[in-house]
C-alpha cells in the first residue's frame, strides 16, 4: 500500500477516535463524516492492492 496513504489512514482512524471521545459518541455529526471520508481512504488503499499482480514462486 502508498505510504501516504496509509499515513492518512492512520491520521483518520486517531482522528476520528480523538473525535468521538471529545463528543462524547460515535454517532455525532462530526464522528461519521470523519468515518466515511476514511471508508474512501480503505476503499482506494484496497483497489490499489487488488490490481498489484501476485506472483507465486514454485519452491
Same mark, same amino acid.
Given at each position: =500500500?502508498?505510504?501516504?496513504?496509509?499515513? #492518512?489512514?492512520?491520521? /483518520?482512524? !486517531?482522528? =476520528?477516535?480523538?473525535?468521538?471521545?471529545? #463528543?462524547?459518541?460515535? /454517532?455525532? !455529526?462530526?464522528?461519521?463524516?470523519?468515518?466515511?471520508?476514511?471508508?474512501?481512504?480503505v476503499?482506494?488503499?484496497?483497489?490499489?492492492k487488488k490490481?498489484?499482480?501476485?506472483?507465486?514462486?514454485?519452491?
Open positions: =500500500m502508498d505510504s501516504q496513504l496509509n499515513k #492518512k489512514i492512520e491520521m /483518520l482512524r !486517531k482522528q =476520528m477516535e480523538m473525535t468521538a471521545a471529545q #463528543k462524547g459518541s460515535l /454517532l455525532h !455529526k462530526d464522528v461519521i463524516a470523519i468515518s466515511q471520508l476514511l471508508d474512501e481512504h476503499l482506494r488503499a484496497q483497489n490499489m490490481k498489484v499482480p501476485v506472483l507465486e514462486f514454485a519452491l
